[in-house]
């Protein structure tokens, strides 16, 4: 099997040699380094990391990177990348003072990206979506999971779930595929919202089960979009094909969407900038994953989850884009690194961890993604030389990152 060894690594990041857990709390401000050191990889998988002087002297490819950082790359735990096209005008219509809410009950929002979506084939929406996906493993991106939710009839979401099979058999990235059709009520059932649910129980979970088209079924739990009573039927069905929650949550309201995902084992609740105390309370005895999202309370410029208050209290956080049309349109983790610090005061490290081990957690890739270490996929990012992680998030906007190593392959 082909081996590439890199060495006189400055500085290894998210090294993890035995079993990697999801990292809690005061933990979260730590990471394991290795400086001057060496990673040995064989066909997709890391098979030996060390200081140099361990390290092997030959290889078939060797890379010298004299200066620079390894770091395990990133795991975007949350991203909506198939869509038709980006929804600038409304952007517009914010900075002149719509909301967010206001442009969704106008036939904005979700709705308008699912008339768009709705009328393009699949083989369009393939290749726009696996642009976004170059364009996000150039910021070192490697695992990333990818809902549905802007087909919103059965034949529309079984095109987005398609595409995005066609993206995890094509692509170097680890990804996984969400079924969310409980994004919006669409525009035909605005009158009768509970045919809408009963099409999504009853049509499309079964055909994405027989298909195996998805890993998760997500439900947009929030105030004018899904009660907690319908998020939770859904879900019980969605369990039924096998289906586990990942869900939004708490993004404009306190609508019990944490509660309903926690009493559903989701593997984890997202959004979360409308949680309080309660929340956080009845997250800490759960082991579903609170997710938080910056660059959209960023882009919406709404509240920014309390991850601060989370960490302090205890509870480990993953961070995602949210990558969409709608509410962040941006794929690229160290700018989002650089809000999770500047604006909810986290210190590089615990983005670090959130973006990495935590949210391969969030996708339930623990055990294989998120860290280096031997028995770890090679999915790595080669900084350009930069001193240090914490360089890395203060220097924001720029492109610290030289080059990234998918399965063992240089992309
Ligand atoms: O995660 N909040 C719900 N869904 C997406 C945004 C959808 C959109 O505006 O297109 C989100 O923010
Ligand atoms: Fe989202």
Redesign the pocket.
């Given at each position: 099997m082909s081996q590439t060894l890199i060495k006189n690594i400055k500085k290894i990041y998210g090294v993890s040699t035995g079993p990697s857990p999801f990292i809690k709390g005061a933990a979260m401000s730590f990471t394991e380094t290795i400086e001057n050191a060496f990673i040995l990889i064989e066909g997709d998988q890391i098979v030996d990391v060390g200081p140099m002087k361990d390290s092997p002297s030959i290889a078939h490819q060797v890379i010298d990177v004299q200066g620079k950082c390894v770091m395990p790359a990133w795991c975007d735990s949350?991203t909506?990348i198939v869509?038709a096209q980006g929804?600038e005008g409304e952007y517009v219509d914010r900075l002149q003072g719509k909301t967010?809410e206001e442009i969704?009950a106008n036939g904005g929002?979700?709705l308008n990206?699912a008339d768009k979506l709705q009328q393009k084939s699949e083989d369009e929406l393939y290749e726009s979506a696996k642009k976004r996906l170059e364009e996000v493993i150039s910021y070192g991106t490697g695992a990333i999971e990818i809902k549905s939710?802007?087909g919103l009839t059965v034949e529309s979401e079984l095109k987005m779930l398609r595409v995005i099979k066609r993206l995890k058999q094509h692509s170097l990235a680890t990804i996984k595929a969400t079924f969310l059709g409980a994004?919006a009520i669409p525009w035909a059932y605005k009158n009768n919202r509970e045919a809408y649910i009963d099409l999504i129980i009853q049509e499309m979970l079964p055909q994405v089960a027989t298909e195996g088209l998805a890993d998760y079924c997500d439900v947009?739990c929030?105030q004018g979009?899904f009660t907690v009573a319908e998020t939770d039927r859904i879900l019980k069905a969605a369990l039924q094909h096998g289906l586990k929650a990942k869900i939004?949550a708490n993004?404009l309201a306190t609508s019990g969407g944490v509660q309903v995902g926690i009493a559903n084992n989701a593997v984890s609740v997202?959004?979360l900038e409308a949680i309080g105390q309660e929340e956080i309370d009845a997250l800490k005895v759960s082991d579903t994953i609170p997710t938080v999202?910056p660059s959209?309370s960023f882009f919406l410029n709404i509240h920014y989850a309390p991850a601060r208050k989370m960490i302090d209290q205890g509870l480990g956080i993953a961070i995602a884009t949210?990558y969409?049309?709608?509410?962040?349109p941006s794929g690229n983790i160290p700018l989002l690194m650089a809000f999770a610090c500047n604006k909810m005061r986290l210190l590089p490290t615990e983005a670090f961890n959130a973006v990495t081990i935590n949210g391969a957690h969030a996708m339930e890739l623990g055990d294989t993604h998120g860290t280096i270490g031997a028995g770890k996929i090679a999915n790595l990012i080669i900084t350009k030389e930069i001193p240090s992680l914490d360089y890395m998030v203060y220097a924001f906007g720029s492109q610290h990152i030289d080059q990234v190593i998918l399965k063992g392959v240089v992309v």
């Amino acid at each position: 099997m082909s081996q590439t060894l890199i060495k006189n690594i400055k500085k290894i990041y998210g090294v993890s040699t035995g079993p990697s857990p999801f990292i809690k709390g005061a933990a979260m401000s730590f990471t394991e380094t290795i400086e001057n050191a060496f990673i040995l990889i064989e066909g997709d998988q890391i098979v030996d990391v060390g200081p140099m002087k361990d390290s092997p002297s030959i290889a078939h490819q060797v890379i010298d990177v004299q200066g620079k950082c390894v770091m395990p790359a990133w795991c975007d735990s949350h991203t909506h990348i198939v869509f038709a096209q980006g929804r600038e005008g409304e952007y517009v219509d914010r900075l002149q003072g719509k909301t967010y809410e206001e442009i969704a009950a106008n036939g904005g929002g979700i709705l308008n990206s699912a008339d768009k979506l709705q009328q393009k084939s699949e083989d369009e929406l393939y290749e726009s979506a696996k642009k976004r996906l170059e364009e996000v493993i150039s910021y070192g991106t490697g695992a990333i999971e990818i809902k549905s939710g802007y087909g919103l009839t059965v034949e529309s979401e079984l095109k987005m779930l398609r595409v995005i099979k066609r993206l995890k058999q094509h692509s170097l990235a680890t990804i996984k595929a969400t079924f969310l059709g409980a994004h919006a009520i669409p525009w035909a059932y605005k009158n009768n919202r509970e045919a809408y649910i009963d099409l999504i129980i009853q049509e499309m979970l079964p055909q994405v089960a027989t298909e195996g088209l998805a890993d998760y079924c997500d439900v947009f739990c929030d105030q004018g979009f899904f009660t907690v009573a319908e998020t939770d039927r859904i879900l019980k069905a969605a369990l039924q094909h096998g289906l586990k929650a990942k869900i939004h949550a708490n993004e404009l309201a306190t609508s019990g969407g944490v509660q309903v995902g926690i009493a559903n084992n989701a593997v984890s609740v997202d959004h979360l900038e409308a949680i309080g105390q309660e929340e956080i309370d009845a997250l800490k005895v759960s082991d579903t994953i609170p997710t938080v999202l910056p660059s959209c309370s960023f882009f919406l410029n709404i509240h920014y989850a309390p991850a601060r208050k989370m960490i302090d209290q205890g509870l480990g956080i993953a961070i995602a884009t949210d990558y969409n049309p709608g509410s962040s349109p941006s794929g690229n983790i160290p700018l989002l690194m650089a809000f999770a610090c500047n604006k909810m005061r986290l210190l590089p490290t615990e983005a670090f961890n959130a973006v990495t081990i935590n949210g391969a957690h969030a996708m339930e890739l623990g055990d294989t993604h998120g860290t280096i270490g031997a028995g770890k996929i090679a999915n790595l990012i080669i900084t350009k030389e930069i001193p240090s992680l914490d360089y890395m998030v203060y220097a924001f906007g720029s492109q610290h990152i030289d080059q990234v190593i998918l399965k063992g392959v240089v992309v």
